[in-house]
C-alpha cells in the first residue's frame, strides 16, 4: 500500500521565477522536501522574454537572504548592491546559478506545465478529511503529482490585460492581434523594425508604458519616421509622472520625469480621455483605435504597445476553495494591504503565510499572482512572502509570524543618485556621469534653469539629444523646485 501521509511529500512549487526559486531556497535552508514544476525550458523563462528591460530598483531589493546564503557558500561573487540590472542580469548573475546549485538542480522540473490542483480523492464540495487529504498535482503530459503543500508562483506574465477600457477585448482586438505586442517590446533588438520609422501608439499609464515611451523616444532619434502616440484613460498624464527627483528609487523617478519630458516637448503625442472601445484594421496595412466615450476620437497607427498590466489566472485551481477579493482578485486578507488606490510599491504593509492563506489548508499564492490586479508588487515583497511560508511550514510559527520588510517609497533621494540611474540606463559609465556634472556646473551661471544647464552641458559632450532631455527633466525637477538652490 503506498503511503500517502502528508509529513511524506514535498511542497510542490509552481514556477522557477524569482519569488519561485525563493521558495525553494527557503525550504532547502529547512529541509523541507520540495519540487519546483517550471512550464518552461529553463528557469526564469519569464524574465528571460524582457531581458532588455533595466530594473528601477538595484540588486540590494532585487535578491532574497536565503538564496544570497545558499549562493555564497557555492562561492558566488555578489553584484554591487547599488546597480541597477537589466532583465538579463537578473538571469545571468543571479537567477541561473541559483537554479544551478546543488541544493535546487535536482528538484526543478522543466517543462512541467501545471494544469490542474485538487485533492487526492476529494472535489471542492467535500469538507471531510480535507486538511488530511495529498494535493493532486496534475501536468500537461497526463502526470499526476502528490503534494503536502502548493506554493503557486507562477507569476501573470502569461496573461495579459486587454487594449479595451473596460477590462473587455476591445472589439476587433483578436482580429488585430497580429499588430498588438504585451508587455514590453526590445524596439532597439529584436522589435526594431517593427518600430523604427513607423507610428506606435503606447496604450497604458504605468511604468511599462513609461519604460516603452522612453526607448520609443530615443529610438525616433536614429530612425526618421518613428512616430509616437501615447493614450490614456485619464484625462490628465500627471499621476504617471511619479515623484520624480522625491523617489526614494532614483531609477523609478527618472522614468516619470523622462516621461513628463517627453510630453512637455511634443516628442510624444498625448491622447487623453482615450478609452479604447473598438480595433479595426485599415487597408494599409494598419490599425486604427476608436474611442467613444465623451466623444470619438481615433488614433491610426501602424503598431499597438498594450502597457496594460497584466492579470492572474486561476483556472488551474478551480478545484480548491479559495478566498478572493472581489476587486483585486488577490487573497482577501491581503487585498487592502496593497490596494493601488491606497498604496504604492514602497508603502505595503509587510505580510505573510497567514494574509496569504485560504480557505484551502496548504495552498499559498504568492508572487505577483498573489496581487491580483495590482501593479504594485516587488521582488523583495515576495521573497519575504515565501519566508514567511517556508518558515511555517518547517514549524517555526514564530519566524513565520515575524514579517519584516523595509521597501523603498517615496522620500528625498540625491540628484547624484538619481543621475546615476538615468546615466546607466543611457549607457554611460561613472566616470562620465561626474563628467557631465562638471560641465554642467560651468553652465549653471549662464542658463536659465538647471535643466538648460544639464542640456549644454550634455550637447558639448555629445550625448544623445533624447538622452540629455532625461536627465534635463529630473535635474529640473531637482533644481527647479521651490526653494532649492544650485549645486
Known sequence: M?????????????GAGPIGLAAAAHLAERNVPFVVLEAGDTAAAAV?????????????????????RLLAEAGWQEPDASELPTGGDLVKQYLQPLAELPALAPHIRYGATVTALSRLGIDRLRTAGREQAPFVVRLADGEELLARTVIDASGTWRQPNAVGANGLPAHGEQDAA?????GLPDVFGADRDQHAGHHT?????????????????????AAPGTSITWAIRSADPSASFGGGSDDELPARGAL?????????????????????HSIRRTGDNQVELISTQGGEQSITADRI?????????????????LELDPIMSAPRALAPLIDPNQHSCGTVTPHGYRELAHPEPG???VGMKSYGRAPTFLMLTGYEQVRSIAAALAGDLESAQSVELQLPETGVCSVTAGGEAIALRLGLS????????????????????????????ATELGIDHTAALQLAAYAADQFDAPGATGC
Open 201 to 221: 501608439v503606447v496604450v497604458g499609464a504605468g511604468h511599462s508604458a513609461a519604460n516603452t515611451l522612453l526607448a520609443l523616444a530615443e529610438l525616433a532619434d
Open 305 to 321: 504597445v498594450a502597457a496594460t498590466g497584466f492579470r492572474p489566472d486561476y483556472g488551474i485551481s478551480d478545484e480548491l476553495r
Open 256 to 276: 516619470g520625469s523622462g516621461l513628463k519630458m517627453l510630453v512637455d516637448t511634443g516628442r510624444v503625442t498625448l491622447a487623453a480621455n482615450f478609452r479604447t
Open 430 to 457: 561613472k566616470e562620465e556621469h561626474e563628467q557631465l556634472l562638471h560641465v554642467t556646473a560651468k553652465y549653471l551661471g549662464t542658463s536659465a534653469t538647471a535643466a538648460d544647464a544639464v542640456l549644454s552641458a
Open 178 to 182: 497580429a499588430w498588438i505586442t504585451h
Open 363 to 365: 495552498y499559498y499564492i
Open 48 to 68: 528571460r522574454s524582457w531581458s532588455h528591460v533595466q530594473l528601477f530598483s538595484p540588486w540590494e531589493y532585487n535578491t532574497d537572504p536565503a538564496a544570497q
Open 2 to 14: 503506498v503511503d500517502h501521509s502528508l509529513d511524506q511529500l514535498p511542497v510542490a512549487v509552481i
